[in-house]
């Protein structure tokens, strides 16, 4: 535990030290604001006294300064607020930003054991959760803990021992939340699954609301939703539950506390040890002093509950590096080796040997099950777990991470994934292309027939998930997005199967006709017309099947 505890801390630590300068700027104008409470609460003192002594004038000069110190107070708690939420959005956005770091680090296998929901509500869910148990409670501490400081300097202008009684206030207060330090640490675990399990269904009920609907279920989805949704509340009711009553039992234990020093402050009056007006000044500073740090310790319990939430995060390496050289264009070959690879205790692939040169063309066919989409994954780098070896140019593929591996080959599979921007940003993914590289990409992949039948041209967004398109544009969407990016490995598996034959034609003449581009294309059907265009087909067998 302590050990989980010195992670969330280091954890916390990173964030406010890298954008320490916004940080700062949020908590100075509060610091001011409680310096300025502290004096207003001794120039409180001497209106009091200007009116036990019968000094109106004098009294009216202290009421003159404590509005002007009421009205500096105001305008930098107002700054202070502001400049917190802008370093608060500076928080989060790193955080998102290395929680993006870190699944671009993970393989396609690991990326693959979670659904995108979960990641969704790491994105979401558990960010709003740093910001409410962590980022906000923080900037409070540091505020609290001013506030305590100027009311100690305050008290001592009156005399030592309220400081005295405040502290043995204090100690009392910070002893109760302790009580329930595991018990909120355990409710902030409850609740970052609920909530990740909660979203996730909810996406599930989101996507399959077509099929719902066609079934007649639309009670389904709305009590799917009414689930969901009470998941992802209840364990933040029971959270909020706890700390109520954490902060309540606190809470009763500073009243009775203030009334034994606001009787002491009078005590001290009495025996002339301070003024009168001090009476006034002495039970509101001490309650600021037993307050602030009473806060302090049900901020604490905040950050018991965060712990769940960061152990999610993921720092940066600080000397995290990828290899310099990357994988160079193809130049002779890519050769399979005494391939064997399975899912789990299921072989799928088993001392599979091919050679697939530069510039050739290759189909891979055989029945479902055999491994064709598996072998392309394997080229990829998605699923490094495997016996034998890919080597291209002889250099061994697993030397090389899957984003230098991509930087020389393109996929296209058949259910096509596309953003939901326009076709022009699906094609060109954020870069800049040529109107000539634009028109030979569009050609060559049976494109700009759709295009010219679109008002709107590449400029025609695709919906989410490409819904706007058809199935068949989709892919084409897809294969001129890797045309346009000159990869010179293309892989294909299925990546004409939503084309109609005049438009697979079309396509597949195009891919098969590109001298530089070696292709390697996975497929159920091919024509006794097209075979002869091939450089070879290897037809695969199902593992058990092999000798």
């Given at each position: 535990?302590?050990?989980?505890?010195?992670?969330?801390?280091a954890?916390?630590?990173?964030?406010?030290?890298?954008?320490?300068?916004?940080?700062?700027?949020?908590?100075?104008?509060?610091?001011?604001?409680?310096?300025i409470?502290?004096?207003?609460?001794?120039?409180?003192?001497?209106?009091?006294?200007?009116?036990f002594?019968?000094?109106?004038p004098?009294?009216?000069?202290?009421m003159?300064?404590?509005?002007?110190?009421?009205?500096?107070?105001?305008?930098?708690?107002?700054?202070?607020e502001?400049?917190?939420?802008?370093?608060?959005?500076?928080?989060?956005?790193?955080?998102?930003?290395?929680?993006?770091?870190?699944?671009?680090?993970?393989?396609?296998?690991?990326?693959?054991?979670?659904?995108?929901?979960?990641?969704?509500?790491?994105?979401?869910?558990?960010?709003?959760?740093?910001?409410?148990?962590?980022?906000?409670?923080?900037?409070?501490?540091?505020?609290?803990?001013?506030?305590?400081v100027?009311?100690?300097?305050?008290?001592?202008?009156?005399?030592?021992?309220?400081?005295?009684?405040?502290?043995?206030?204090?100690v009392?207060?910070?002893?109760v939340?302790q009580?329930?330090?595991?018990?909120?640490?355990?409710?902030?675990?409850?609740?970052?699954?609920?909530?990740?399990?909660?979203?996730?269904?909810?996406?599930?009920?989101?996507?399959?609301?077509?099929?719902?609907?066609?079934?007649?279920?639309?009670?389904?989805?709305?009590?799917?939703?009414?689930?969901?949704?009470?998941?992802?509340?209840?364990?933040r009711?029971?959270?909020?539950?706890?700390?109520g009553?954490?902060?309540?039992?606190?809470?009763?234990?500073?009243?009775i506390?203030?009334?034994?020093?606001?009787?002491?402050?009078?005590?001290?009056?009495?025996?002339?040890?301070?003024?009168a007006?001090?009476l006034?000044?002495?039970?509101?500073?001490?309650?600021?002093?037993?307050?602030?740090?009473?806060?302090?310790a049900?901020?604490?319990?905040?950050?018991?509950?965060?712990?769940?939430?960061?152990?999610?995060?993921?720092l940066p390496?600080?000397?995290?590096?990828?290899?310099?050289?990357?994988?160079?264009?193809?130049?002779?070959?890519?050769?399979?080796?005494?391939?064997?690879?399975?899912?789990?205790?299921?072989?799928?692939?088993q001392?599979l040997?091919?050679?697939?040169?530069?510039?050739?063309?290759?189909?891979?066919?055989g029945?479902?099950g055999?491994?064709k989409?598996?072998?392309?994954?394997?080229?990829?780098?998605?699923?490094?777990?495997?016996?034998?070896?890919?080597?291209?140019d002889?250099?061994?593929?697993?030397?090389?991470?899957?984003?230098?591996?991509?930087?020389?080959?393109?996929y296209?599979?058949q259910?096509?994934?596309?953003?939901?921007?326009?076709?022009?940003?699906?094609?060109?993914?954020?870069?800049?292309?040529?109107?000539?590289?634009?028109?030979?990409?569009?050609?060559?992949?049976?494109?700009?027939?759709?295009?010219?039948?679109?008002?709107e041209?590449?400029?025609?967004?695709?919906?989410?998930?490409?819904?706007?398109?058809?199935?068949g544009?989709k892919?084409?969407?897809?294969i001129?997005?890797?045309?346009?990016?000159?990869?010179?490995?293309?892989?294909?598996?299925e990546?004409?199967?939503?084309?109609?034959?005049?438009?697979?034609?079309?396509?597949?003449?195009?891919?098969?006709?590109?001298?530089?581009l070696?292709?390697?294309?996975?497929?159920?059907?091919?024509?006794a017309e097209?075979?002869?265009?091939?450089?070879?087909?290897?037809?695969?067998?199902?593992?058990?099947?092999?000798?």
């Amino acid at each position: 535990m302590k050990r989980e505890n010195k992670k969330t801390a280091a954890t916390m630590a990173y964030y406010l030290k890298k954008h320490r300068w916004p940080v700062l700027l949020g908590v100075l104008p509060t610091i001011t604001a409680y310096g300025i409470q502290s004096g207003a609460s001794l120039v409180t003192a001497q209106v009091f006294q200007g009116v036990f002594e019968g000094d109106l004038p004098g009294m009216l000069r202290w009421m003159l300064l404590l509005m002007a110190l009421f009205f500096t107070m105001l305008a930098a708690g107002a700054l202070g607020e502001i400049l917190q939420a802008r370093a608060i959005r500076r928080l989060n956005n790193a955080l998102r930003q290395d929680m993006a770091s870190a699944l671009l680090s993970m393989t396609h296998q690991e990326y693959h054991k979670e659904g995108t929901g979960k990641y969704l509500s790491q994105f979401t869910n558990d960010v709003n959760q740093i910001e409410t148990l962590a980022w906000k409670p923080f900037f409070q501490i540091v505020e609290m803990g001013a506030m305590a400081v100027f009311s100690v300097l305050a008290l001592l202008t009156i005399h030592w021992s309220l400081v005295l009684a405040a502290l043995v206030t204090t100690v009392l207060m910070l002893f109760v939340p302790q009580l329930f330090n595991k018990r909120m640490e355990a409710l902030g675990s409850v609740c970052s699954e609920e909530q990740a399990k909660a979203t996730g269904a909810l996406k599930d009920l989101l996507s399959g609301w077509d099929v719902l609907r066609s079934f007649g279920r639309e009670r389904r989805f709305s009590e799917g939703s009414c689930h969901a949704s009470e998941q992802i509340e209840k364990p933040r009711f029971r959270l909020a539950y706890v700390k109520g009553l954490v902060n309540s039992g606190a809470g009763c234990v500073n009243v009775i506390c203030q009334l034994l020093i606001t009787g002491l402050v009078g005590l001290l009056a009495i025996w002339g040890y301070t003024q009168a007006g001090s009476l006034a000044a002495g039970g509101n500073l001490c309650g600021q002093l037993t307050n602030s740090l009473g806060t302090v310790a049900g901020l604490l319990l905040s950050f018991s509950s965060s712990r769940p939430f960061f152990e999610k995060i993921s720092l940066p390496a600080e000397d995290a590096h990828r290899a310099s050289e990357g994988l160079q264009p193809l130049r002779d070959e890519i050769a399979v080796e005494s391939l064997s690879f399975q899912y789990g205790e299921r072989p799928i692939l088993q001392d599979l040997s091919l050679e697939f040169q530069k510039g050739g063309k290759y189909a891979l066919t055989g029945p479902s099950g055999c491994g064709k989409s598996t072998l392309l994954k394997l080229l990829l780098g998605w699923l490094p777990d495997y016996d034998g070896a890919i080597r291209f140019d002889g250099k061994d593929a697993k030397d090389f991470t899957p984003e230098q591996l991509g930087r020389q080959m393109s996929y296209i599979e058949q259910n096509v994934f596309l953003f939901n921007s326009t076709i022009r940003d699906n094609i060109t993914l954020g870069e800049t292309f040529t109107e000539a590289q634009l028109e030979k990409a569009l050609r060559d992949s049976a494109l700009a027939g759709d295009l010219a039948a679109m008002p709107e041209g590449l400029d025609a967004m695709v919906g989410e998930e490409g819904g706007n398109l058809s199935g068949g544009q989709k892919q084409r969407v897809a294969i001129a997005r890797a045309l346009i990016h000159d990869r010179s490995i293309l892989l294909v598996d299925e990546g004409t199967s939503a084309l109609d034959q005049k438009n697979a034609d079309i396509v597949e003449q195009s891919l098969l006709g590109s001298p530089g581009l070696t292709l390697i294309l996975v497929s159920h059907h091919l024509t006794a017309e097209r075979k002869g265009q091939y450089t070879r087909i290897y037809e695969l067998e199902p593992a058990a099947g092999r000798t």
